[in-house]
C-alpha cells in the first residue's frame, strides 16, 4: 500500500558512487549482480565483523495485507508447506493498533508498538511540530526525525553484521545512525509488476552470493500484494484469491533460490495486517461535531486548545454506535495508543468495518467511495484484522504452532537467531522462545 514516487537510480550509478574501489583480485572489488529492475543502493559500513560472519542469516519477507486465513482458505501450498517445516500461526499473528501498512511494518522491526515508534498511521500530523507525515511524501518518509527505536537492520549494522533492505517501511532513512548496507528507493509504479517482483529474488539471492565480507545476514523483502485487490475487490473476491495465490508462487521461487545458496538461512513470512468488507458511506465526525479549531488528518483530530478538545468529545460521545471517542489519556490500555500526541486527541475508534473521517472533500474536489475491502481497526474485536506468521529454517523447530501473538514480539525473536543483543522493546522473546531449536538461550560470546 506504499505509494511514493522516487527517481530510480541505474545499477552503473550506484556502483559507481556506492561501491568502493578496490584492488582487481579483492574480494570486495565483486559486485553482486543485481537486477537492473530493481536497483540498489550501497553504504559502505566497512565488512561483516569474524563474529557476524559466523552467523546464520534471516530473510524477512512481507506480503501487504495477507489476512490470516488466506493461506488454507486458498490452498497456498508453498505458505502451508513452509509450515509444516518450520513454525506457523494457524489461528493468525495480532497486529498493533491501528492495524495500518506503515504503523505495523515499523513495529515489526522496532519491536514497538506505532505510539512508541512514531508512526501512528500511514499519515498523521505532529502537532508540538506542526507538520505532516504522510507515506506518499518521500521527503517526509526519508526523514529520520520522524522514527523512533532501533529497526533490526540499524542493530545489526551497529553490532558489526551487514543488512540489505528491500522496499522495507524506514529503510530509506539513517535511524538510529544507520541506513541498510544495501538499500532500494520506492517507486509505486514499478513495485507491483512482475519485473520488480522477480528482481527482489534476484537482488536478495545476489547479495547472498556476495564474498562472506559483505554478504548481509539480514534481507528484508516487501511486496504491496495482495494488499491492493483485498481493498479494491473485497477479501472475498476472486482477484485477490488469485493475488494470494500469486505471491504464495513468489514466495515459493524465493525459498528454492534460498535453498541454492547453500546457506544457513530463517525465511520468515509475514503480513502486517488483515482486511475485511466495508459496511456503508463514508462517516463524517464533522457531521456530529462543531471541528472548529481543529486539524484533522483522516480521522485523526488535533484540537488547538483544551476547550476545543473538551468540547468536540462531548459532542461525538455518544453520536454514533459506529465509532467510541476517547479523550488521549483514557483510551484503553490493550490498544497501546494513549501517549502520543500525534495520535491527536479526541481518539476516534471504529466499532466495526466503518470508514470515518473528519471532513468530505470541500465543494469542488473529488469524492470517492471508501474502498471494498479495509483494515485499521482493532484485531482483538474484529479477527479479519489478524496478519500471518510461516517461518521455517535452521534455527526453529519443524512443525511448530503457537497461538496468536502481538507483532512486538517478532524482534526480540528475530534478532536472537541473528545473534545480536537486542535493546528493551515492548516484545518478548519468551513468547517465541519455543519455536527455536535453542530454547531461546543465548550462548556467551
Do not use: C
Not at 151 to 174: F, N, Y
Not at 179 to 195: G, V
Not at 284 to 313: I, N
Not at 361 to 383: E, R, V
Request: hydrophobic content about 40%.
Amino acid at each position: 500500500m506504499r505509494f511514493r514516487l522516487i527517481a530510480r537510480l541505474t545499477i552503473a550509478a550506484i556502483l559507481l558512487v556506492f561501491v568502493p574501489i578496490a584492488a582487481p583480485n579483492s574480494a570486495r572489488a565483486q559486485a553482486p549482480a543485481l537486477n537492473p529492475a530493481l536497483p540498489l543502493t550501497r553504504v559502505d559500513h566497512g565488512p561483516n565483523s569474524p563474529w557476524a560472519q559466523s552467523q546464520h542469516y534471516v530473510v524477512l519477507v512481507s506480503l501487504d495485507g495477507f489476512r490470516w486465513d488466506y493461506a488454507k482458505r486458498d490452498n497456498a501450498t508453498h505458505l502451508l508447506a513452509l509450515a509444516r517445516r518450520g513454525v506457523s500461526a494457524p489461528e493468525g499473528m495480532l497486529p498493533s493498533y491501528p492495524s495500518l501498512t506503515y504503523s505495523n511494518h515499523f513495529t515489526i522491526v522496532t519491536g514497538l508498538y506505532p505510539e512508541h515508534h512514531g508512526l501512528v498511521a500511514n499519515s498523521f500530523l505532529d502537532p508540538e511540530r506542526g507538520v505532516r507525515y504522510s507515506y506518499t511524501d518521500s521527503q517526509a518518509t526519508a526523514d529520520s526525525s520522524w522514527y523512533s527505536g532501533i529497526p533490526l537492520w540499524s542493530l545489526a549494522e551497529s553490532q558489526g553484521m551487514r543488512t540489505a533492505s528491500l522496499l522495507w517501511v524506514g529503510s530509506e532513512a539513517k535511524i538510529a545512525g544507520f541506513l541498510p548496507s544495501w538499500y532500494a528507493h520506492y517507486d509505486a509504479k514499478n513495485e507491483p509488476t512482475p519485473d520488480s517482483q522477480q528482481a527482489r529474488i534476484d537482488d536478495a539471492v545476489a547479495l547472498l552470493r556476495l564474498p562472506p565480507a559483505d554478504r548481509p545476514h539480514f534481507i528484508t523483502v516487501y511486496f504491496s500484494e495482495p494488499d491492493h485487490e483485498g481493498h479494491e475487490f473485497g477479501p472475498d473476491a476472486p482477484q485477490t484469491r488469485t493475488a494470494a495465490l500469486k505471491m504464495d508462487v513468489i514466495v515459493g521461487k524465493l525459498e528454492a533460490a534460498l535453498k541454492a545458496t547453500h546457506l544457513p538461512i530463517d525465511l520468515v513470512v509475514v503480513s502486517d495486517h488483515g482486511m475485511i468488507k466495508s459496511e456503508g458511506d463514508w462517516i463524517d465526525l464533522d457531521q456530529f461535531a462543531d471541528l472548529t479549531g481543529f486539524d484533522a488528518v483522516g480521522s485523526l483530530l488535533y484540537g488547538k486548545s483544551e476547550d476545543d478538545r473538551a468540547r468536540v468529545y462531548n459532542q461525538l460521545k455518544h453520536a454514533s454506535s459506529q465509532f467510541v471517542v476517547y479523550r488521549l489519556k483514557n483510551v484503553p490500555a490493550d490498544l497501546n495508543y494513549n501517549q502520543n500526541p500525534r495520535e491527536g486527541d479526541p481518539v476516534i475508534v471504529a466499532t466495526g468495518p466503518y470508514a470515518i473521517r473528519a471532513h468530505a472533500p470541500q465543494a469542488g474536489q473529488t469524492d470517492h467511495s471508501p474502498t471494498i475491502g479495509m483494515h485499521g481497526l482493532d484485531p482483538h474485536i474484529i479477527p479479519e484484522m489478524k496478519a500471518s506468521f510461516f517461518a521455517a529454517g535452521p534455527d526453529l523447530i519443524a512443525g511448530k504452532t503457537v497461538a496468536p501473538f502481538e507483532n512486538v514480539n517478532l524482534y526480540p525473536w528475530l534478532a536472537h537467531m541473528l545473534g545480536l543483543h537486542a535493546p528493551k522493546s515492548d516484545g518478548s522473546l519468551n513468547i517465541l522462545s519455543g519455536t527455536l531449536r535453542d530454547g531461546g538461550v543465548t550462548p556467551e560470546k
